[in-house]
């Protein structure tokens, strides 16, 4: 099951809004079959892998990551080609929340005569498919917050210091999460001050970029800014105010940038309704590197469920940007984050983690 989740991540930026699935077929104690699902209409994880072992996969066990699906969508049930391969068993992490398959594939499986077990490695499979099950749960992304932040919690340098806070390797992974993400997502200031591109500029990388969202209540992204530039090449969409000027949407509009209107508050466009309409749209893993007010924002409301934080080696005091602000008190505890995980990299300290956002 291990190396089926492993084989799932192959389709991470690629499936959405399909969930990551991995198969290995096992005959006689060796892998005879291996298979993921590669990209959005392709063929199933558990198709592939029966193809790949032939003959062999007849009287074999297939270990698959999600819950096989029953019903036709854009390619015919895989439990109809697990059946007709004879398998003697499936062994599968999680249920699909799918109500369409959820408990049915089990079921048809089993009145098939093919046994069944369920459960193996069901919090990593979780944790793999979080936009997913987010998704199918509450109607919401799974949002991972990226930060860097100086040792003293500052995530701006003061005036004339060093451009980067992270390292070059700390830079190439955040070029990674984009490249992994569905939607890359900021609020104007960051436009304003940084003028970002917001794409997965690692050597190598595929065509397929995540689209770039920008928070910006009353239409303030510059019409030359980069993110706007390069629409053509990258989906860009701007979520504003259902006051914002109608002109200036217009003129966004002509040069290819999506604009979306939303309800606002006093902090800005409602980002629980951004969100949701991402998660409707198909986009189901968001990557949040917008500055202090969208961190705070997303942690307050409990829509950032994953962080990612950068703790970089410098110290920049009273006159770098301040981090965060008022917060949840239950994030001022141990038990705020869960499944908390360090590493080096490049010289910097990155801590992930998940946040139990209740929703």
């Known amino acids: 099951m291990s190396e089926a989740l492993s084989l799932g ?62 019903v036709w ?6 439990t109809d080609a697990i059946v007709d391969a004879d398998v003697r068993e499936v062994v599968f992490a999680l249920k699909d929340p799918n109500p369409d398959v959820c408990g049915r594939g089990l079921a048809t499986l089993r009145r098939a005569g093919v046994a ?7 919090e990593e499979a979780a ?17 991972l917050l990226k930060l860097a932040l100086s040792l003293d919690g500052r995530v701006a340098p003061p005036p004339g210091g060093p451009r980067w806070t992270s390292s070059e390797a700390s830079r190439a992974l955040a070029h990674r999460m984009r490249g992994e993400a569905d939607s890359v997502m900021v609020g ?16 190598g990388a595929g065509a397929k970029q995540a689209a770039r969202v920008i928070l910006d209540t009353s239409l303030r992204t510059p019409l030359e800014s980069r993110v706007v530039s390069t629409a053509s090449e990258a989906r860009t969409i701007i979520a504003c105010g259902d006051r914002a000027d109608e002109e200036r949407e217009s003129e966004l509009r002509a040069l290819g940038v999506d604009v979306w209107r939303f309800g606002a508050t006093e902090r800005g466009v409602d980002l629980d ?18 500055g202090p007010a969208v961190a705070t924002e997303l942690l307050r409301e409990g829509l950032a469920d994953r962080i990612a934080f950068f703790v970089c080696p410098v110290l920049y005091g009273a006159s770098g940007g301040a981090t965060l602000g008022q917060l949840p008190a239950e994030l001022s505890t141990r038990r705020g984050l869960r499944a908390v995980r360090w590493r080096e990299i490049g010289g910097d300290l990155l801590l992930e983690a998940e946040i139990d956002v209740g929703k």
């Open 9 to 70: 991540e192959r389709g991470r930026g690629s499936v959405s809004p399909n969930p990551l699935v991995g198969a290995v077929v096992i005959r006689d104690g060796n892998v005879v079959g291996r298979g993921w699902h590669a990209r959005y209409g392709a063929a199933h994880a558990e198709v592939v892998a029966l193809a790949e072992a032939g003959e062999l996969a007849r009287g074999a066990t297939l270990y698959v990551t999600l819950e096989p699906c029953c």
């Open 73 to 78: 969508g854009n390619t015919p049930p895989c």
């Open 116 to 122: 069944v077990r369920q459960g193996v490695l069901a």
């Open 127 to 143: 944790r793999a498919n979080a936009g997913y099950l987010r998704s199918r749960e509450v109607g919401l992304p799974s949002v």
């Open 188 to 203: 104007v200031e960051t436009v304003l001050s940084d003028d970002p591109l917001l794409t997965d500029r690692r050597p």
């Open 273 to 290: 309704a951004v969100l949701r309409k991402l998660a409707a749209k198909g986009r189901l893993y968001v990557l949040a590197e917008g």
